[in-house]
T-cell receptor
Framework: ETGVTQTPRHLVMGMTNKKSLKCEQHLGHNAMYWYKQSAKKPLELMFVYSLEERVENNSVPSRFSPECPNSSHLFLHLHTLQPEDSALYLC????????????????FGPGTRLTVL | GENVEQHPSTLSVQEGDSAVIKCTYSDSASNYFPWYKQELGKRPQLIIDIRSNVGEKKDQRIAVTLNKTAKHFSLHITETQPEDSAVYFCAASGGYGGATNKLIFGTGTLLAVQP
């Protein structure tokens, strides 16, 4: 499959469960991102990985734990979530910017629709 | 902190009319402005982008304009068609000197094109 893929597409979990979201990119990119999309709110950047190193963590609660084992794969490990964490979680990838003045396009996956009961 | 405001939140037009969506950004160092289209149940997809060294860019029925002084940028869709109906997001990037793209998104505009 080409582009950016995410699994599962839908996930329902209880507050005491532990689950993981998976993202895979087939574009040869070297930067990957996790976003949270909630209704009537802008896309919120959660984590950024550059060459498998985390370079951005936007004050995300510790119940969300990212992992980037290589440049093609990105995980988001979830534990003891709250109902307000229900949202669409989007993964994206891009090439590293060609310097501070030359960012590259981000390509999004289809997202995982997460419901926390 | 960095912020992007987007207006209107909803826009309804008749097929064939033009649609304009406007965004303002707060970080004067931002230098890259993409627009994404998200159809219901689908992923956001880039439709056009503009960099700060350009004032206008056009791709068929879609155009984007940038006013760096006022920190405004706008999406213009001409001859709208029902398949243009979607949520459109603007974003502003750059300005923090890192090697990755930090995108700050607007809240989105739901465009409905009435046949």
């Amino acid at each position: 499959e080409t582009g950016v893929t995410q699994t599962p597409r839908h996930l329902v979990m209880g507050m005491t469960n532990k689950k993981s979201l998976k993202c895979e990119q087939h574009l040869g990119h070297n930067a990957m991102y996790w976003y949270k999309q909630s209704a009537k709110k802008p896309l919120e950047l959660m984590f950024v990985y550059s060459l498998e190193e985390r370079v951005e963590n936007n004050s995300v609660p510790s119940r969300f734990s990212p992992e980037c084992p290589n440049s093609s794969h990105l995980f988001l490990h979830l534990h003891t979530l709250q109902p307000e964490d229900s949202a669409l979680y989007l993964c994206a990838s891009s090439q590293l910017a060609g310097g501070p003045g030359f960012p590259h396009t981000q390509y999004f996956g289809p997202g995982t629709r997460l419901t926390v009961l | 902190g960095e912020n992007v405001e987007q207006h209107p939140s909803t826009l309804s037009v008749q097929e064939g009319d033009s649609a304009v969506i406007k965004c303002t950004y707060s970080d004067s160092a931002s230098n890259y402005f993409p627009w994404y289209k998200q159809e219901l149940g689908k992923r956001p997809q880039l439709i056009i982008d503009i960099r700060s060294n350009v004032g206008e860019k056009k791709d068929q029925r879609i155009a984007v304009t940038l006013n760096k002084t006022a920190k405004h940028f706008s999406l213009h869709i001409t001859e709208t068609q029902p398949e243009d109906s979607a949520v459109y997001f603007c974003a502003a990037s750059g300005g923090y000197g890192g090697a990755t793209n930090k995108l700050i998104f607007g809240t989105g505009t739901l465009l409905a094109v009435q046949p």
